[in-house]
Structure formats: C-alpha cells, structure tokens
C-alpha cells in the first residue's frame, strides 16, 4: 500500500468512496485504519446492505400476497395501513404467511423510529408466526429474516446474545444464500470496527469458499477488501470445527 493513503482514489468502476486517511493517519497502523474506514463508510455500508434485505421482504410479501389472493386474507392484508391494523391482522390471522410479513413490517417501522426494545419483540413474534406457516423456502427464508433482524437489533442494543445468533446463521448452510451472506458481510463488518483483522478476513473469505461466485453481496465483499487490503494479508481465524 502505498504512504501517502490520503491520495487514494476510487476505481473508475466504482462510485463508492474510498477511505480518505487524514494526514495524522498517513503511518497508522492496520486497527486504526479499519477503525477509520469504518467510522467514515458505516453508514453506506449499512444502508447498501440493509436496502437489499428490505427488497426481499417486499419480494416474499407479494409472493405471499399473490398465493392468498384465492382467500379474502389477501385482500385484507392489502388494507393494512398502520401498526394497529397490521397487529390486529397478524393475531386474526395465526399461521398464514402474510401475519408473518405484517409482524415484520411492524418491526421494521420500530426499528426505523428507534424503538429498539419493542422493534426486537416484534421480530421475536414474526419469526414465530413464521414457524406456525409452514416450511416452504419462502416461508423458512421469512423466519430466518425475521431471527438475523431481531439480532442485528439486540447486537444495537449491546446484548450479548445477537453474535451467536447472526453467526448460526451464517454458518447454516440450509439457510437462502442471500440471508447467509448477509449474515457473513455483517459479521466481517461488526469485525472491521472492532478493528479484528483477522476475524474480518476469515469472513470475507468464507464468503467466497461458500457461496456463488455470482452471489449478490460480492460488490460489498470486494469494496470492504478494496478499501483496506490488509484484511486479503490478515492471518484468518481458525473456522469452525468441522467446517
């Protein structure tokens, strides 16, 4: 890499910026660099991924929508306009996959207003709901949605329990590759701003030794490694046994 990082310029192919290291940086370390890379990108980092996930919800919502259409219950999951709405569908309509998706969408209006604590129940409840549906894919691809949302939440609140959560999820072959490289973009985030190169680098490179080559989170892969090369040099931590 070269001294001078504060002349570092993004590649034509990608209109994301790059970390611009301020002259007090020009000889940092490795920590203080990711600290800084993250520090400054978080943001897009967050709202990049957290997009696409948000596009899978509505994506299942019409899957869902368009199988209830034959029942009234589509009609009326339509009519939902509002929190108390949603909620009284959801409790009307136990086992359906649509009472899911309205729980999540209440959760994730919570989490939005920055109602944490509340946004983490609603999700805990659609996960459950999700269970009560069935085991179709889609419907399993909801529950684990619902489970990686209620742990990013937890992990915002600093509980404890969300790490494990988001890496059994990673780490579960059976889920949607989407959701699971999700999960393994935002462990090797979480990792970057703890400045844990070595933990960063062990995701990144799961990613690419279980999921497609053409899996859709390998620009944000490749743009996180871009940014800061020596997570490519880290040594990677041990993976899981049997893994």
């Known amino acids: 890499m070269p001294d001078d990082s504060s002349k570092k310029q993004p590649p034509s192919d990608d209109d994301r910026n790059l970390v611009i290291v301020d002259e007090d940086f020009a000889n ?25 996930i948000g596009g899978i919800l509505a994506f299942l919502a019409f899957h869902f929508w368009s199988e209830a259409q034959k029942e009234a219950v589509g009609q009326e999951y339509v009519a939902c306009q509002d929190e108390t709405a949603r909620r009284a569908f959801a409790a009307k309509h136990n086992g359906e996959p649509l009472a899911a998706v309205a729980l999540v969408e209440v959760a994730d209006a919570l ?12 999700y805990d409840e659609a996960a459950r709901l999700a269970d009560l549906a069935g085991k179709a894919p889609a419907v ?36 949607a590759e989407t959701l699971r490289g999700y999960a393994m973009l935002t462990l090797a985030n979480i990792a970057v701003s703890k400045g844990d190169t070595a933990a960063a680098s062990k995701w990144l490179n799961l990613m690419d030794k279980r999921l497609r080559p053409s899996h859709v989170w390998q620009s944000d892969k490749t743009w996180l490694v871009r940014s800061e090369p020596s997570l490519l040099a880290a040594p990677a931590a041990p993976a899981p046994a049997g893994k």
Do not use: M
Request: positive net charge; glycine residues 4%; hydrophobic residues 50%.
């Open 28 to 52: 940092a370390d490795a920590e203080d660099r990711l600290w800084l890379f993250w520090e400054r990108n978080k943001n897009i980092i967050v709202r990049g991924s957290t997009a696409l």
């Open 111 to 122: 989490k939005q207003a920055g109602k944490l604590p509340d946004a983490v129940k609603a």
């Open 140 to 175: 399993e691809a909801l529950a684990v949605r619902s489970r990686l949302y209620a742990a990013l939440v937890r992990h915002e609140l600093g509980d404890a329990t969300a790490i494990p959560a988001i890496t059994a999820i990673a780490e579960n072959a059976a889920v």
